[in-house]
């Protein structure tokens, strides 16, 4: 865990690699909300003022960040408007990104779910691999173990992934965008779009 929930933020930290799952909790266990990789920061709330959240911050592929005190950051932001600027336009897309995965929640197929998933994963680690255990994606689907297992196979079945114990490749990219549907592919042309400028 690199924040954990309702305590206090000592660092924020930005990925070179490797993904980081913003985690809440409820009354069925963790579900994750929101995925941080090299684009972005953990931490935002210090971005915005404040040194806690409800939600937990947890390192999904491990990997390297650099790190900065919740104080040093604050200080950095307050001194540099144009570092502060930045990191409200971050903000922003990780709000649209919250946003989109309640939508894709309520309104796609755990396939379709399942597929976005990949996607963004994909888009924040090198080469085709991912490495996802049915049970991590159970967690971060927020459904049950059996259900994603058949996702997975409809996936494979379909030559969209290949799956072996504790990984997934991704064989069909294309196709998997096609599968997520809208679930997948706002949040991302955001983010583009806001810090493409920056």
């Known amino acids: 865990?690199?924040?954990?929930?309702?305590?206090?933020?000592?660092?924020?930290?930005?990925?070179?690699?490797?993904?980081?799952?913003i985690l809440a909790n409820t009354s069925e266990g963790r579900i994750e909300v929101g995925m941080v990789g090299r684009e972005g920061m953990v931490g935002v709330p210090l971005v915005l003022g404040h040194d806690r959240t409800p939600h937990g911050f947890m390192v999904q592929a491990e990997g390297e960040a650099l790190r900065i005190t919740a104080k040093d950051l604050q200080r950095a932001n307050k001194d540099t408007p144009s570092i502060?600027?930045?990191?409200?336009?971050?903000?922003?897309?990780?709000?649209?990104?919250?946003?989109?995965?309640?939508?894709?929640n309520a309104s796609f197929?755990?396939?379709?779910?399942?597929?976005?998933?990949?996607?963004?994963?994909?888009?924040?680690?090198?080469?085709?691999?991912?490495?996802?255990?049915?049970?991590?994606?159970?967690?971060?689907?927020?459904?049950?173990?059996?259900?994603?297992?058949?996702?997975?196979?409809?996936?494979?079945?379909?030559?969209?992934?290949?799956?072996?114990?504790?990984r997934i490749t991704v064989l069909d990219r294309a196709r998997l965008e096609h599968v997520a549907d809208s679930a997948y592919g706002g949040s991302e042309a955001e983010y583009a779009s806001v810090m493409h400028g920056a």
Not at 86 to 103: E, N, S
Not at 143 to 163: F, K, Y
């Open 1 to 21: 865990m690199l924040i954990e929930a309702n305590e206090p933020i000592r660092h924020a930290y930005f990925p070179e690699n490797g993904i980081a799952s």
């Open 84 to 104: 502060h600027a930045l990191l409200l336009r971050y903000v922003h897309t990780m709000m649209v990104q919250t946003a989109h995965t309640a939508f894709a």
């Open 109 to 166: 197929t755990i396939e379709a779910r399942l597929a976005r998933w990949i996607l963004m994963t994909h888009d924040r680690v090198d080469g085709d691999e991912l490495p996802l255990t049915h049970e991590f994606l159970s967690l971060m689907l927020g459904v049950r173990r059996p259900g994603v297992t058949v996702a997975v196979q409809t996936l494979e079945e379909n030559g969209l992934i290949r799956a072996a114990r504790g």
